[in-house]
């Protein structure tokens, strides 16, 4: 029980297909306390009984684009927790039409969407949680190959995962004079929501699964249990990582 009495905060779960679920189970089951966000009305249907079946009743609106959800999100994890222990950001967003074609045909609209949704929303939910967030606290987010190498209709999203990446080694710089650890968890290809996003993804899947040395594709479990090493204590001298998990 590795995560027992550890209180965590988890964004980004749509469905049972969501890497942030996986992780919440792998959590969960090591005994963390969980409290969840949806991003809107018909996602809270989806995200209350994954809320239940993982022992919480706490769950809360996030859209990361509108900033009075995080003071609302502050207000509820101090009523409800008091302080947290980790925070897990599992947020990506770029319009369907730049996630096919080519790159330079990038529209300045879908480039801000991109980086504001999936890469400025992690330093807008690290500065809320702060306060909340126990010394020795884990930040977590999600990043893909596609950012530091070129992976085909990736585009938009692969420039924002380097930002990503870039920003939770500044992060770590910022938090670690206050004993907060940031990292992130580059996870091979897995079939979400997200991911039908991607133009071509199932060749993607395909050569993933051909290539790897582990002659498969990684799983929300494999992704959860990692997590949870980061997340938790064991993982006290490592920050401003990237952290592959994506089966060689
Ligand atoms: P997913 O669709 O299950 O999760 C994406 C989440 O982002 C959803 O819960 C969605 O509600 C949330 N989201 C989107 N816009 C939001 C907004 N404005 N405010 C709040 N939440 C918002 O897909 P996933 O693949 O589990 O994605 C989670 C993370 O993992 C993403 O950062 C993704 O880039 C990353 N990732 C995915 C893969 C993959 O192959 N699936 C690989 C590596 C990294």
Same mark, same amino acid.
């Given at each position: 029980m590795l995560m027992q009495g550890k209180n965590g905060l988890i964004v980004? @779960? &749509?469905?049972?297909? %969501?890497i942030a679920y996986g992780i919440a189970k792998a959590c969960h089951e090591a005994g963390a306390n969980l409290a969840f966000t949806f991003l809107n009305d018909a996602l809270k249907k989806r995200v209350e009984p994954i809320s239940s079946e993982l022992g919480s009743d706490k769950i809360y609106e996030l859209d990361v684009n509108n900033p009075g959800h995080f003071e609302a999100l502050r207000e509820n994890l101090t009523r409800d927790f008091k302080k947290i222990d980790f925070v897990l950001h599992a947020v990506a967003f770029a319009p369907k039409? &730049?996630?096919?074609?080519?790159? @330079?045909?990038?529209?300045k609209e879908a480039f801000d969407i991109a980086m504001g949704t999936s890469v400025y929303s992690l330093l807008s939910l690290t500065r809320a949680v702060l306060p909340v967030l126990k010394e020795g606290g884990s930040v977590l987010t999600l990043t893909y190959l596609g950012g530091p190498k070129f992976v085909p209709h990736y585009n938009v999203m692969g420039v924002a995962k380097a930002a990503l990446e870039s920003s939770v080694r500044y992060l770590a710089h910022d938090l670690g004079a206050k004993n907060i650890r940031v990292n992130a968890i580059s996870a091979g290809p897995i079939k979400t929501l997200a991911a039908s996003g991607i133009g071509d993804f199932r060749m993607i899947l395909r050569y993933n699964e051909v290539n790897s040395p582990l002659k498969r594709n990684v799983t929300t479990e494999d992704v959860g249990n990692s997590a949870m090493y980061l997340l %938790?204590?064991? &993982? %006290?001298? @490592?920050?401003g990582e990237v952290h592959y998990v994506d089966c060689g």
């Open positions: 980004g @779960v &749509a469905n049972q297909k %969501s039409e &730049a996630l096919e074609g080519e790159f @330079v045909n990038t529209t %938790s204590d064991l &993982a %006290s001298g @490592v920050t």
